[in-house]
């Protein structure tokens, strides 16, 4: 198969949705993004690549980064973390707070902002602060990613930190129920910096291999979660990786993904590859808008997808 080509054609396919959607605007820092920006990369397990568009360009992996957390998470805790949150989709928005009323502060998911705060609150009890918490999910991604260059943007951080109402409702919300062991400033800066993280299409394909291979990176053969680990975070990111889109995303585009508010999607093609495509404008949903047509185009023109 031509990759190249057929990643050339998308880039040529997806030009007049430029101009709609929109950037992210809640985060101060976030709002400044080029919304006319576009790459798309793959990567695949001999290490060969494709890409076009601004494949180099860093952006702001945001909620990306809670497909890291959570396979850190579940390495560690296995399947007892499922008592402190589910693995549903939750059918709303990913800041939501209705929820977690009536289901006594257990979130649905790991990749709603309140199941990724619990998440992050298992890493930094596991770790016994929040420092070394932060740094173990970094160094995690640099492996993952195998790129010792990445590092947080701490305006972003610093920004979101600034905005933090809804995150800090949420998770006092859920030290309430008894669901957070860790102080709450600390936990939803933790949080934010690893949202805050910044990584090009080229560095988030290649770390999604791993996932593709049943939880061993194909190129080192380097084991980061068992057979089965790799298979339920795949299915989390396939149920709930969209947020109140994710059936959609399942729909038009047929394999896992995740999104984040930055504008990057990653995706991920069993037995085959690791996929990121970023363009900052969002749908009403908070998903790159013209990211989920190029992965769209990307199954349809390939012919790969799960089903
Ligand atoms: O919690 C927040 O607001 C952000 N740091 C992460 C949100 C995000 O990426 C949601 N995704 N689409």
């Given at each position: 198969m031509d990759y190249q080509q057929i990643l050339q054609d998308i880039e040529i396919e997806i030009q007049p949705l430029f101009g709609k959607g929109k950037v992210a605007d809640y985060i101060p820092a976030l709002a400044?993004?080029?919304?006319?920006q576009f790459a798309m990369s793959i990567t695949l397990f001999d290490g060969s690549s494709y890409d076009v568009g601004a494949s180099d360009t860093l952006f702001s992996i945001q909620s990306i980064s809670k497909v890291f957390t959570f396979t850190m998470a579940l390495k560690y805790l296995g399947s007892e973390l499922y008592k402190r949150v589910g693995r549903e989709p939750s059918g709303n928005p990913f800041n939501s707070l209705v929820q977690l009323e009536y289901e006594n502060g257990i979130p649905r998911n790991p990749f709603i902002n309140a199941g990724a705060i619990v998440i992050t609150d298992t890493l930094i009890t596991h770790y016994k602060n929040d420092t070394a918490a932060f740094d173990a999910i970094v160094d995690f991604i640099r492996s993952i990613a195998d790129d010792e260059s990445i590092r947080m943007n701490v305006v972003v951080a610093g920004s979101e930190m600034e905005h933090a109402y809804r995150n800090l409702a949420l998770t006092n919300l859920m030290k309430s129920f008894g669901n957070i062991d860790n102080e709450a400033i600390k936990l939803v800066q933790t949080y934010f910096n690893h949202c805050a993280l910044e990584m090009n299409t080229k560095m988030l394909s290649r770390s999604m291999l791993y996932l593709a291979n049943h939880g061993v990176d194909p190129i080192n053969n380097k084991a980061y979660v068992t057979k089965a680990q790799a298979k339920r975070i795949n299915a989390v990111m396939l149920t709930c990786g969209h947020y109140d889109a994710s059936g959609d995303f399942a729909f038009k585009v047929g394999v896992p993904g995740k999104s984040g508010v930055g504008g990057g999607i990653v995706a991920v093609i069993p037995q085959k590859m690791g996929i990121c495509v970023w363009s900052p404008a969002l749908n009403e949903q908070g998903n790159s808008l013209i990211g989920t047509k190029a992965l769209e185009l990307f199954t349809t023109k390939t012919g790969l997808s799960i089903f």
């Amino acid at each position: 198969m031509d990759y190249q080509q057929i990643l050339q054609d998308i880039e040529i396919e997806i030009q007049p949705l430029f101009g709609k959607g929109k950037v992210a605007d809640y985060i101060p820092a976030l709002a400044d993004a080029d919304a006319g920006q576009f790459a798309m990369s793959i990567t695949l397990f001999d290490g060969s690549s494709y890409d076009v568009g601004a494949s180099d360009t860093l952006f702001s992996i945001q909620s990306i980064s809670k497909v890291f957390t959570f396979t850190m998470a579940l390495k560690y805790l296995g399947s007892e973390l499922y008592k402190r949150v589910g693995r549903e989709p939750s059918g709303n928005p990913f800041n939501s707070l209705v929820q977690l009323e009536y289901e006594n502060g257990i979130p649905r998911n790991p990749f709603i902002n309140a199941g990724a705060i619990v998440i992050t609150d298992t890493l930094i009890t596991h770790y016994k602060n929040d420092t070394a918490a932060f740094d173990a999910i970094v160094d995690f991604i640099r492996s993952i990613a195998d790129d010792e260059s990445i590092r947080m943007n701490v305006v972003v951080a610093g920004s979101e930190m600034e905005h933090a109402y809804r995150n800090l409702a949420l998770t006092n919300l859920m030290k309430s129920f008894g669901n957070i062991d860790n102080e709450a400033i600390k936990l939803v800066q933790t949080y934010f910096n690893h949202c805050a993280l910044e990584m090009n299409t080229k560095m988030l394909s290649r770390s999604m291999l791993y996932l593709a291979n049943h939880g061993v990176d194909p190129i080192n053969n380097k084991a980061y979660v068992t057979k089965a680990q790799a298979k339920r975070i795949n299915a989390v990111m396939l149920t709930c990786g969209h947020y109140d889109a994710s059936g959609d995303f399942a729909f038009k585009v047929g394999v896992p993904g995740k999104s984040g508010v930055g504008g990057g999607i990653v995706a991920v093609i069993p037995q085959k590859m690791g996929i990121c495509v970023w363009s900052p404008a969002l749908n009403e949903q908070g998903n790159s808008l013209i990211g989920t047509k190029a992965l769209e185009l990307f199954t349809t023109k390939t012919g790969l997808s799960i089903f």
